[in-house]
């Protein structure tokens, strides 16, 4: 850890921030170094007390959400006496009057494709490059090395069977999406396709052949010599889907982020995606590898000539939430700097070069900067954001409203208030989505005292989650989202299922929504075919017309209607939080990994990150608190899935043993006991401590 401090304009910076402010990211921009620092420095003397205000008024709101809790304590949930009660504190909010949105310079990737979304950890250069590049994938290798299609292949070398199975499913999805007039894709021969509908054919690449459906592009790779082309009556190799169309590039809940060396090791990266230098060099199978950004691709249209279209994903950066504070900058009193503004001064900062074209490659065509912020809890946190981004334009010389943002409906008080948060930013909200880990997360803890929550697994099944999804899209189409801004949907966690994610992530798009995430490549490969099954834009058309989905549905509390599981029910529910905890928190503390492929109890590998480890802290909370659970079984259950755990990791050079005295173990157990009284039930403020004391330790 670097603790090494400057003064910069009253701040306290540390120095390996300055330098790389003033080394790296301002050299290009035009801004002098002392400017940049008065500027930063005026920005937390206005910003940095409003901030420390709002997080007063979220613990203000908890507790007197608590207090009517406890005081209706044994009696079923009074749903008009509740609402009325959220009313009069202030918790929920008059609705504006009817709106649309309105932000302008918008690319097309975020305002009219309908497409998958990856959401990356910015620390990782190598996963970076792999989302960047995730624009465009092949079909084939992506049915073909995974369980989208039943079986295996048979061999390491090439199975033909299984290669037949993968060339019978991609015909099939190419008579869906471009059907041909006459016949099927598989008995085409070559040359030109005759098309049901012609205007598909948009492009030509030497042999190949570039077609559109839906907004997105399918390009069929002719090449005769290869092994799967020269068996195929019409050379047909491949294919190549524009995959996806977005990337999240991720500061917040997939990384461990806790100092200043960590945060300027995820804005290098950022930079290094901003000015295209990005480079990963690494070993695989006896080979070294050099990883760059892909180049933009280049086709001829009908008429010869020559087009291009962007070979990498649009990149947005996903900042910090208001609650956090950073070592990295320390205010004139000596106090850590709230996090969450240092992100949107450096990451627009550093956009600047994509802004300017310093760099080998252009991210945003239309001349905007993108930042998702998570974790806001109502209109007035929104606005607060809005209002930043202001004095953060007025710093980098641009003009109003040039940095878009994405609005997360991952907090229950942003749900409730949907429409007033969409308003408070209408000028510059570009994207909205569910996150179904975060808001239950949420959902426990907010009504911690109410009483025993329902099992996590049936917890997909609960009112408020369908009238959450639901509205979300509601309140989108309403406010004018079509054909403007991204409606979002959460991730499929599941990288190895991709058969399952087949069957069962086509529900977004039918939605109305129009991007969902997904944890790897592959995955929005697949993921990109369900939105040439489905027209999201007509769906959008029908959902439109809906009625909007009551708010009492969404204030629908998951309580346990009988909390009398059994001795087992509890048992299994404890262990399978336990572990979970324990598989994350141990890589998080140890090693500094914010989110991987992390085993479950059964074995299963699923992405974690702090969202689930809030879902999983929270509930276990909320059972001690309401005595479905003992200390003693809960402690219990860490002594017996901290061997499992161990056993889950043992290939696993880096891997630390889980021991009752560790800081691991320390901080897991410090989330479930000391869980209902964390900040709206985060786990940020404990790992941070936890991870800390770690690298102190090194």
């Known amino acids: 850890m670097t603790d090494t401090m400057i003064q910069r304009a009253g701040l306290h910076v540390a120095e390996v921030l300055a330098t790389f402010i003033e080394q790296h990211a301002l050299p290009g921009t035009g801004i002098a170094p002392d400017d940049f620092w008065q500027g930063v420095a005026g920005i937390y003397a206005r910003f940095a007390p409003e901030n420390a205000a709002l997080l007063a008024i979220r613990d203000a709101f908890q507790a007197r959400i608590d207090e009517w809790h406890r005081a209706h304590a044994g009696r079923p949930v009074d749903q008009n006496a509740y609402r009325t009660f959220l009313h009069d504190i202030g918790y929920l909010v008059a609705r504006p009057a009817p709106f649309a949105i309105s932000p302008a310079d918008v690319d097309d990737e975020v305002a009219r494709i309908a497409g998958p979304q990856l959401v990356v950890p910015i620390l990782n250069a190598r996963f970076l490059l792999n989302a960047a590049n995730a624009r465009w994938g092949s079909l084939y290798d992506a049915l073909y090395g995974t369980d989208a299609l039943p079986g295996r292949p048979a061999t390491t070398g090439y199975d033909p069977d299984r290669g037949e199975q993968v ?15 006459n016949g099927s894709w598989r008995d085409w021969a070559g040359g030109t ?50 995959s996806a169309v977005t990337t999240i590039c991720d500061l917040e809940d997939s990384v461990a982020a806790v100092d200043a060396d960590d945060k300027v090791a995820a804005y290098a990266n950022w930079l290094g995606l901003m000015r295209g230098d990005l480079r990963e060099t690494f070993e695989k199978n006896g080979a070294t590898i050099t990883r760059r950004l892909n180049d933009d691709r280049t086709y001829l249209d009908a008429s010869g ?33 709230p996090e969450g503004i240092l992100d949107a001064i450096v990451t627009s900062l550093i956009a600047l070069h994509d802004l300017r074209r310093n760099g080998e490659h252009v991210n945003s065509r239309a001349g905007s900067i993108y930042i998702v912020k998570p974790k806001m809890h109502g209109p007035d946190e929104v606005a607060f954001t809005g209002r930043l981004f202001d004095a953060v334009e007025d710093l980098l010389g641009l003009a109003r409203y040039t940095i878009k943002v994405g609005v997360m409906d991952e907090e229950r008080r942003t749900g409730a208030n949907l429409a007033a948060c969409i308003h408070a930013v209408q000028q510059r909200i570009v994207f909205i989505n569910t996150g179904f880990l975060d808001r239950t997360g949420d959902e426990i803890h907010t009504a911690m005292q109410a009483g025993a929550m329902v099992r996590k697994a049936e917890m997909k099944n609960a009112a408020w989650i369908r009238a959450y999804e639901d509205r979300n899209v509601q309140i989108g189409l309403a406010c004018g989202f079509s054909g403007r801004a991204q409606i979002g949907k959460g991730m499929w966690a599941a990288p190895d299922r991709m058969r399952d994610m087949l069957d069962q992530k086509i529900a977004h798009p039918r939605s109305g929504a129009t991007t969902a995430w997904v944890p790897s490549p592959t995955a929005a490969t697949l993921h990109a075919t369900h939105y040439h099954l489905i027209d999201v834009a007509a769906q959008q058309v029908a959902r439109a017309a809906e009625g909007e989905t009551p708010v009492d549905s969404l204030l629908t509390i998951p309580l346990a209607a009988r909390p009398e599981w059994s001795p087992s029910d509890i048992a299994d529910e404890i262990d399978n939080n336990v572990q979970g905890i324990l598989g994350y928190v141990v890589r998080w503390v140890d090693q500094g990994v914010g989110c991987s492929k992390v085993p479950d109890i059964h074995d299963v590998g699923l992405m974690e990150d702090r969202a689930t480890l809030r879902i999983s802290s929270q509930h276990i909370a909320n059972w001690l608190l309401h005595g479905v659970a003992t200390p003693a079984q809960v402690d219990a259950a860490f002594a017996r899935m901290a061997m499992k755990v161990d056993a889950q990791n043992a290939a696993d050079p880096a891997y630390r043993t889980l021991e009752p005295a560790g800081l691991a173990m320390q901080a897991a157990r410090a989330l479930v006991f000391e869980g209902a009284a964390q900040p709206n039930g985060y786990t940020e403020p404990l790992l941070h401590e936890y991870r800390r004391r770690a690298k102190r330790q090194r």
């Open 305 to 337: 000539t020559a087009f291009r279209l962007p070979g990498r994903s649009l990149l947005l950066a996903r900042n910090v939430g208001h609650l956090m504070t950073t070592p990295a900058v320390r205010l004139p009193d000596g106090a850590d700097a």
């Open 193 to 242: 396709p005759e098309l049901v509908d012609s205007s598909q054919l948009v492009g030509r690449a030497g042999d190949n052949l570039l077609l559109r459906h839906h907004g997105l592009h399918i390009e069929l790779v002719i090449d005769r010599s290869h092994p799967i082309g020269r068996d195929d009556p019409a050379g047909l190799a491949d294919i190549v889907l524009e």
């Open 167 to 181: 060339i019978a499913w991609g015909h099939a999805f190419l008579n869906r999406a471009v059907p041909l007039s």
